[in-house]
């Protein structure tokens, strides 16, 4: 079964400072990734996604992840934390359902408090 | 361009009663995915829709939960005779192809409180 795991519920980090999310995955095949960050009272916003490639992969707002198929990690990180990034974010994977559709599985989210 | 709209944004019923909950996609879009986040939890599939058709219905309850996405219209997720357990937010997402990689765009979701 395709899933995703966030193995933190909260990451606090100082502003300016580098700040990474985790995110690991257990997927049969190609794995397909995504990240979504959600703001207070609103619907997800796509940031980025793997699908083939290079292992780091550049995102919206300067967020970027890294892709690593030996330690089955999707890891997002930005170089340079911002007050405003303080949100909470999630790591997607899709998983097939009936009839040849796709939908996707999240994790359970993580979220990120950015310290003036 | 819009993104994907939903409405209303906040909704309160009492038990009993019906909710209905409408999305329109992006346009151009003509898959849509209905998801519920209960308080302090990730989100959770529960039907995808194409025009006309249901495709997959896997995530949503039996009882009481309907889903449709007409030929013209919005998308509408039906909850009849809500419970208090249906208190969550309702999120909508559509996206353009049925590829796996085809990311989704999410509206801003239907909060819905039943007292």
């Known amino acids: 079964a395709q899933s995703v795991a966030q193995p933190e519920d909260q990451v606090n980090v100082a502003e300016g400072n580098p700040l990474t999310v985790k995110c690991t995955y257990s997927v049969s095949g190609n794995p397909y990734l995504f990240w979504y960050v959600q703001y207070p009272n609103r619907g997800l916003q796509f940031l980025l996604k793997?699908?083939?490639?290079?292992?780091l992969v550049k995102g919206s707002y300067g967020f970027e992840a890294e892709f690593n198929k030996s330690q089955t990690s999707f890891h997002l990180k930005k170089p340079s934390a911002l007050v405003s990034d303080s949100a909470l974010y999630f790591c997607?994977?899709?998983?097939?359902?009936?009839?040849?559709?796709?939908?996707?599985?999240f994790g359970k989210g993580t979220k990120l408090s950015v310290i003036p | 361009n819009a993104g994907v709209m939903q409405n209303p944004r906040h909704l309160v019923r009492r038990r009993g009663q019906e909710a209905r909950l409408r999305c329109s996609p992006m346009k151009g879009h003509s898959h849509v995915y209905w998801y519920r986040q209960l308080p302090e939890e990730g989100l959770k599939f529960m039907v995808y829709?194409?025009?006309?058709?249901?495709?997959?219905e896997s995530g949503m309850p039996k009882e009481r939960f309907s889903a449709e996405f007409p030929k013209e219209g919005p998308s509408i997720l039906r909850i009849q005779q809500v419970v208090r357990g249906d208190s969550a937010a309702y999120f909508c997402?559509?996206?353009?192809?049925?590829?796996?990689?085809?990311?989704?765009?999410f509206g801003p979701g239907t909060r819905l409180t039943v007292l």
């Open positions: 829709l194409q025009k006309e058709n249901i495709i997959d």
């Open positions: 793997y699908i083939t490639g290079d292992n």
């Open positions: 997607a994977a899709p998983r097939l359902g009936r009839a040849g559709s796709y939908q996707l599985t």
């Open positions: 997402a559509s996206r353009q192809g049925s590829s796996s990689y085809n990311e989704q765009f």
